[in-house]
T-cell receptor
Framework: NAGVTQTPKFRILKIGQSMTLQCTQD?????MYWYRQDPGMGLKLIYY???????DKGEVPNGYNVSRSTTEDFPLRLELAAPSQTSVYFC?????????????FGSGTRLTVV | KNQVEQSPQSLIILEGKNCTLQ??????????LRWYKQDTGRGPVSLTI?????NTKSNGRYTATLDADTKQSSLHITASQLSDSASYIC?????????????FGRGTQLTVWP
């Protein structure tokens, strides 16, 4: 049982480049989330999904896109990378929207845009 | 405005000593409060969760308390170990939406010295 797997672990992008951060979970969780963590700041929700085919914006969605074609996968797309997107990105999943069951987080992707 | 404030921002203690971390929140309506431990370069891992009716919860050497009236929580670590060195994040969930939004504190960076 791998939990939540994120790839890549590290990436350096040039301004204007695009990339996809991959996230997959093997726990059959319906709910999946993308957060970013800036230095010294709390995690901010970018996008979330409540099931395959359903996605919605979080607190800081600008500059990102997501898709959820399967229960397992929830990729995050950066179309035109900007220095402001330099951050650590965490994917998470949960059994339900009732947080009592808790979120399982991936180990993160550290992205630097230069 | 819903916020979660943690103190201190950082803390250094000697191995074997106890410490207490603080969390104050203004999130309303309140659903639950969770403490996460985040090791360097890893995703957060849940330590404890408390709902409105619970005022203390233990997980080994970690004991969390909640005062829902004053909207304060604390995480007490006893007999600290080197492996306790990490960031400890307070996360509060609201009932204001179907998603049950999470509000993250900035974390307390704990360093345990031998």
């Amino acid at each position: 049982n791998a939990g939540v797997t994120q790839t890549p672990k590290f990436r350096i992008l040039k301004i204007g480049q695009s990339m996809t951060l991959q996230c997959t979970q093997d726990m059959n969780h319906n709910y999946m989330y993308w957060y970013r963590q800036d230095p010294g700041m709390g995690l901010k929700l970018i996008y979330y999904s409540v099931g395959a085919g359903i996605t919605d914006k979080g607190e800081v969605p600008n500059g990102y896109n997501v898709s959820r074609s399967t229960t397992e996968d929830f990729p995050l797309r950066l179309e035109l990378a900007a220095p402001s997107q330099t951050s650590v990105y965490f994917c998470a999943s949960s059994y339900s929207n009732v947080d009592y069951y808790g979120y399982t987080f991936g180990s993160g992707t550290r992205l630097t845009v230069v | 405005k819903n916020q979660v404030e943690q103190s201190p921002q950082s803390l250094i203690i000697l191995e074997g000593k106890n410490c207490t971390l603080q969390c104050n929140y203004t999130v309303s309506p309140f659903s639950n409060l969770r403490w996460y431990k985040q090791d360097t370069g890893r995703g957060p891992v849940s330590l404890t969760i408390m709902t409105f009716s619970e005022n203390t919860k233990s997980n080994g050497r970690y004991t969390a308390t909640l005062d829902a009236d004053t909207k304060q929580s604390s995480l007490h670590i006893t007999a600290s170990q080197l492996s306790d060195s990490a960031s400890y994040i307070c996360v509060v969930s609201d009932r204001g939406s179907t998603l049950g939004r999470l509000y993250f504190g900035r974390g307390t960076q704990l360093t345990v010295w031998p």
